[in-house]
């Protein structure tokens, strides 16, 4: 009965700022773009309901972002796609509530679109596991078709071939009209706390020797 994609939204965000670190790289490819490493990306969720809270995740996303080589920094343009049915609690009874609250028939999927991203503390070109850069990130997330723009932050570094950003966000469903979940004595908030780690392959001109 919980939750929803609506985590999906910093995720998304989240996964644009890493991309900013790259920016201290040579990119000679203008409308390259930078895929999504899926089986070393995550995201998990917390819904808080009366007595109890429930978590669950995200089985299925994708993504990319293009570079612009003559843009400062060189990635302005991502957008991300989130799968509705493949949101998961873990119990199956509360995972097909949870789709019908989501009308995954109807939206099947959740998606951002990166408008702006800024550096706010760090250096992008040197950051690492242990001194991660943190970045402002400003777009639109689609969900249950509406959208909301949203503005957030996220950490981020290079590893080798792999841009990762992560971090942790709470986002208000109501703002997508999803109604609050009341069910007996059960009454579940609107609020849910998400966190993510998400990888993207660089191209071997930025990869970190």
Request: proline letters at 5%; a positive charge; one cysteine or more.
């Amino acid at each position: 009965m919980p939750t929803s994609p609506s985590p999906l939204r910093h995720f998304l965000l989240a996964i644009v700022c890493g991309l900013l670190l790259a920016s201290g790289a040579t990119w000679t490819v203008s409308g390259q773009t930078l895929p999504l490493d899926g089986k070393a990306s995550s995201l998990a969720f917390v819904g808080d309901a009366f007595l109890h809270s429930f978590h669950g995740e995200a089985r299925n996303f994708t993504g990319s972002a293009t570079l612009e080589s003559g843009a400062n920094p060189p990635v302005q343009k991502a957008t991300l796609h989130f799968k509705t049915a493949a949101l998961t609690t873990f119990n199956n009874d509360r995972d097909k509530k949870m789709w019908e609250w989501l009308k995954i028939e109807a939206h099947p999927e959740a998606t951002f679109t990166l408008e702006s991203v800024k550096l706010i503390e760090g250096d992008a070109q040197k950051a690492d596991a242990a001194h991660p850069a943190r970045f402002q990130v400003a777009g639109t997330l689609t969900l249950n078709g509406v959208k909301q723009s949203i503005v957030g932050t996220a950490q981020g570094w290079r590893e080798k071939d792999r841009l990762i950003v992560s971090g942790n966000t709470v986002i208000d469903t109501l703002k997508y009209g999803l109604p609050q979940i009341r069910q007996a004595f059960l009454t579940v908030g609107t609020n849910v706390k998400t966190s993510y780690r998400f990888t993207f392959i660089l191209p071997a001109e930025a990869a970190v020797k």
